[in-house]
């Protein structure tokens, strides 16, 4: 039944698409915007928001290029230049271990929380240790500010409380979670020092009352920006490649690319792209 309804959403999906595309000689638009962290968007009907199934039909034959745990290779890399300006050394082996292995550990994960390593488990991981990079609380339980129930981030993700618990017992998770928060206070530290007067034009990073930084916000501003900067660098590599459409950290193309070289590029943003 899942699959089924799963079939309609995409069909139904892929024939607006198609219809809009035939009313405008068979190409659809795609109308870009950029967010105030940074990202690029497209405005209106467009591939970037649909299912991969359906945007891999409206591509038609392509390739498609995708930067690996990008946040964690970002972050990683920001962290290592922090240590070595301030002559020290901190390792983040979880973290490593989660750039050299993250297909084996997201299944491990899934087969600890579900019971199962399926597509949708090992999915549902993924975003679990996404957002906890991005500085989701590690709350199982509900709590109220502002007098309103709040759903904490992570049990959106995972809403058994006992799965999820199994997840946060998880003692290589715990390593990973606190690297993270190391790493994150680092760079927010740092962010304030030497950006405080470009934080300052960007209400959505503050508190009420523009006291305090909302770390989190400035972690994922600081990110998105760097992943503009990566894009942009991949569209003009790929500008002879005929490049098709970008989605975040990925990039689609008509024809092939050099691998090796677009890799060594990347690799200017940091080591572990």
């Known amino acids: 039944a899942a699959l089924a309804e799963e079939l309609d959403r995409n069909l139904k999906q892929a024939q607006k698409l198609w219809m809009l595309a035939t009313a405008s000689g068979n190409q659809l638009m795609q109308i870009r915007s950029v967010s105030t962290f940074g990202r690029k968007y497209y405005q209106g009907p467009n591939l970037q928001n ?139 530290a740092l962010a304030q020092v030497n950006m405080i007067e470009e934080l300052k034009q960007v209400p959505e990073l503050w508190e009420k009352g523009q006291r305090k930084l909302r770390a989190n916000s400035v972690v994922s501003y600081l990110y998105q920006h760097a992943e503009r900067e990566m894009l942009d660098y991949a569209e003009q590599f790929c500008a002879d490649r005929e490049v098709l459409l970008t989605v975040h950290d990925c990039i689609y193309t008509r024809h092939a690319v050099k691998l090796a070289e677009l890799r060594s590029g990347i690799q200017q943003f940091g080591k572990y792209f």
Request: aromatic share 10%; hydrophobic share 40%; proline share 4%.
């Open 50 to 188: 649909m299912p991969k199934m359906v945007r891999h039909a409206g591509l038609g034959n392509c390739h498609e290029y995708d930067i690996e745990s990008s946040v964690f290779a970002w972050k990683l890399s920001w962290f290592e230049t922090i240590c070595q300006a301030n002559k020290t050394k901190i390792s983040m082996p979880a973290t490593l271990e989660y750039l050299d292995h993250k297909q084996a550990i997201r299944k491990r994960l899934a087969q600890v929380v579900f019971d199962t390593t399926n597509d949708w488990a090992v999915n549902t991981i993924k975003e679990l240790i996404t957002a906890i990079g991005f500085g989701a609380p590690l709350r199982a339980q509900g709590y109220v500010a502002d007098n309103r129930y709040q759903k904490p981030a992570l049990a959106q993700i995972i809403t058994a409380t006992s799965r999820l618990d199994r997840a946060l017992d998880d003692p290589w998770l715990q390593e990973f979670v606190q690297e993270q928060r190391n790493m994150n206070q680092a760079i927010v």
